[in-house]
């Protein structure tokens, strides 16, 4: 039997199921996001990888596809920032999240239009702050999980930021199914936040060719952080061109980074003032030093090759540890469908183990 499972994060979202898709670079688009959120979720739209004048185009598409509220991610160092802030106030966008960047300010900006901020966190530290400076979600992401990821996994992060904050917190780093959905809410979290189990759907706009490559990958072993892309630590399926990256020089890498960070800054419409700027504002933004602003020109590059080109040799395939359990595509539909069935079963079998006991203790 399906569960209903009303938390403080359904309430706050809006949604009907404690299950959130996370936003992911070039992943989740306009119809991931609406899919989720039709089926149940709460989607987070990729707004930091929608270029500069289309992320209004973007919002109205999401809009267009759903009538329940949906979230958008930012980071403060894009370039569009604050066309992106804008518009999730225009538009009364029901959620933000984010990572580091973002100062008091703007978080009060966001929360003043209505706007709940739900920053995503790999660190108990990083969990403190975030609230300090307003968030009033959390969603903590161990080491498991994809994309930029911290060393600490799910189930030590987790009850650590839980025993550390007030406002509800969401799990996420590692999860696909109903009993880690029941394990969360156990722990005392709000709700499950998924990635890669999003992006490996019907739904995904990632091309068949990659998610291929991504079901195929059976040993959780194969989902290595590297910081040879970016200087900072991201899990990814090792792949061809991760393992070329790995053995390249640091000189070598630099010099591909050159040749990328031109070619993308011509994309994001940055002329080299602005490329400057943009510069400027990772370093200050504690992102790294030199090294790691010029090296975060390889991202966007070889990760638009993996997964909007699907070229998984010679592009990059960001991954949570996940997709090692992951052997199928569902829609969204069936998947939240299925996990919140698999829910109803743990929480049936659960009482039946307490009822049990109950027994047991009143006989003995
Ligand atoms: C392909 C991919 C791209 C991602 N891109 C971003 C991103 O642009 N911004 C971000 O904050 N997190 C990004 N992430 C991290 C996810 O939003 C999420 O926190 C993570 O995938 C959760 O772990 P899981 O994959 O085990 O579910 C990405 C993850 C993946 C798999």
Redesign the pocket.
């Known amino acids: 039997m399906a569960a209903s499972l009303k938390t403080p994060l359904t309430e706050k979202l809006g949604c009907k199921y404690p299950v959130v898709q996370?936003?992911?670079?070039?992943?989740?688009d306009a119809k991931l996001t609406a899919a989720t959120c039709n089926a149940g979720g709460f989607g987070?739209l990729?707004g930091?990888?929608i270029e500069p004048g289309k992320v209004d185009a973007a919002i109205l598409d999401v809009k267009a596809r759903t009538k329940n509220p949906f979230g958008v991610?930012f980071?403060m160092f894009q370039p569009n920032a604050e066309e992106v802030l804008a518009a999730v106030i225009r538009h009364g966008v029901r959620a933000v999240?984010?990572?580091r960047g973002p100062d008091a300010k703007t978080i009060k900006r966001l929360k003043d239009a209505g706007v709940v901020c739900m920053p995503?966190v790999g660190a108990l530290k990083h969990a403190v702050k975030a609230v300090e400076l307003g968030a009033d979600v959390v969603?903590v992401?161990?080491g498991?999980?994809?994309?930029?990821?911290g060393a600490v996994p799910t189930s030590i992060l987790l009850p650590q930021v839980l025993d550390a904050v007030k406002v509800p917190v969401v799990a996420?780093?590692?999860?696909?199914d109903g009993r880690g959905l029941v394990a969360a809410l156990a722990w005392g979290a709000a709700g499950i936040?998924?990635?890669?189990?999003?992006?490996l759907t019907k739904d995904s706009p990632v091309p068949m060719s990659s998610l291929e490559r991504y079901l195929k990958t059976k040993d959780p072993t194969l989902i290595k952080v590297s910081t040879a892309v970016d200087g900072l630590p991201q899990?990814f399926i090792e792949n061809e061109e991760l393992k070329r990256l790995e053995e390249m020089s640091l000189p070598a890498r630099l010099a591909m980074s050159a040749k990328y960070a031109r070619h993308w800054g011509k994309e994001a419409g940055l002329g080299p003032v602005g490329m400057a700027r943009l510069g400027l504002k990772v370093m200050s933004g504690d992102e790294g030093g030199f090294r790691q602003t010029v090296m975060a020109a390889n991202l966007p590059t070889l990760?638009q090759r993996g997964?909007v080109a699907g070229d998984p040799v010679n592009g990059l395939?960001?991954?949570?540890?996940?997709?090692a359990v992951i052997d199928k595509l569902e829609s969204c539909e069936e998947l939240i469908s299925r996990i919140m069935r698999e829910a109803g079963d743990r929480l049936a079998a659960l009482a039946k183990l307490t009822a049990v006991n109950a027994k047991k203790g009143s006989a003995a």
Request: proline residues 2%; charged residues 5%.
């Open positions: 996370t936003a992911m670079g070039w992943v989740a987070f990729a930091a990888t991610n980071h999240s984010y990572g995503t969603t992401q161990g498991e999980g994809g994309g930029h990821t996420a780093g590692g999860f696909s936040a998924m990635g890669t189990r999003f992006l899990r990760v997964v395939l960001p991954s949570g540890q996940v997709a």
